[in-house]
C-alpha cells in the first residue's frame, strides 16, 4: 500500500531537549516536504527536499532541521524544542516534476506539545 | 511575499444545500492551484488547477480557477454531513522549486 509513515504520532517533551520525528514513503517519490499546522495559519512549508541530499527552506525553518541521505526517509530535527513549535506536524511526498499530476500524499501527522 | 486566503473561515449549512469556497492568491510564478479535503487527520487530494475557466468535477464537487483575477472557487452541491470538514486551497509557486503555500482553510459544518 503506497503511504507515508511518521513517528511518533503524538509527543510531549520539554523545552530544550533534542528530538526527531521520522518520516518514511514507499512510493520512490523525489520531492518530500514537513509542514506544521496551527489553528487560524493554515499549513505552512517548513522544509522541503527535491532528491537525496537537496533540500531547501520553506516559508518556515526557523528552529528547524532537516536531512535526505535516503530517498525513503525525510527526517525532521528540533535541536532545541521551544513552547511555540507545539503544533501539528505533516509529512508529505510526491513525485517530480514531468510526471503528471499532483498528488501530494499526507503522512497521518504527529502531534508536538513543548513544555 | 506568496499569500494564499480563503474564504469564509467558517461556513455552516444544513444537509442539501450547496456551498461556495473561495480561494485567492497573490503569488510569484504560479504553478498550479489545489484544493485538499481535511477531516479528522492528513489532508487528502481533491483538484489540481492549472489552467482558466476549465472546471474541473468529480461528483457533487466542482472547482475552476480564474488566472486574470487569481482566485478559484471550489462547489459542493447536494451537501451530506460526510462533508463536514476542513478545506485547504494551496498554490504552487516559485521557480524550479517545490514550494506550496497553503489558505487558512475553511472549516465546512454540514447539519443533517
Known amino acids: 500500500e503506497a503511504q507515508v509513515t511518521q513517528n511518533p504520532r503524538y509527543l510531549i517533551t520539554v523545552t530544550g531537549k533534542k528530538l526527531t520525528v521520522t518520516c518514511s514513503q514507499n512510493m520512490n517519490h523525489e520531492y518530500m516536504s514537513w509542514y506544521r499546522q496551527d489553528p487560524g495559519l493554515g499549513l505552512r512549508q517548513i522544509y522541503y527536499?527535491?532528491?537525496?541530499?537537496?533540500?531547501d527552506k520553506g516559508d518556515v525553518p526557523e528552529g528547524y532541521k532537516v536531512s535526505r541521505k535516503e530517498k525513503r526517509n525525510f527526517p525532521l530535527i528540533l535541536e532545541s524544542p521551544s513552547p511555540n513549535q507545539t503544533s501539528l506536524y505533516f509529512c508529505?511526498?510526491?513525485?517530480?516534476?514531468?510526471?503528471?499530476?499532483?498528488?501530494?500524499?499526507f503522512g497521518p501527522g504527529t502531534r508536538l506539545t513543548v513544555t | 511575499e506568496d499569500k494564499v486566503v480563503q474564504s469564509p473561515l467558517s461556513l455552516v449549512v444544513h444537509e442539501g444545500d450547496t456551498v461556495t469556497l473561495n480561494c485567492s492568491y497573490e503569488v510569484t510564478n504560479f504553478r498550479s492551484l489545489l484544493w485538499y479535503k481535511q477531516e479528522k487527520k492528513a489532508p487528502t487530494f481533491l483538484f489540481m488547477l492549472t489552467s482558466s475557466g476549465i472546471e474541473k468535477k468529480s461528483g457533487r464537487l466542482s472547482s475552476i480557477l480564474d488566472k486574470k483575477e487569481l482566485f478559484s472557487i471550489l462547489n459542493i452541491t447536494a451537501t451530506q454531513t460526510g462533508d463536514s470538514a476542513i478545506y485547504l486551497c494551496a498554490v504552487e509557486a516559485g521557480w524550479g522549486a517545490q514550494k506550496l503555500v497553503f489558505g487558512q482553510g475553511t472549516r465546512l459544518t454540514i447539519n443533517p
Open positions: 527536499s527535491m532528491n537525496v541530499e537537496v533540500t
Open positions: 508529505a511526498s510526491r513525485t517530480g516534476p514531468g510526471t503528471g499530476g499532483y498528488e501530494q500524499y
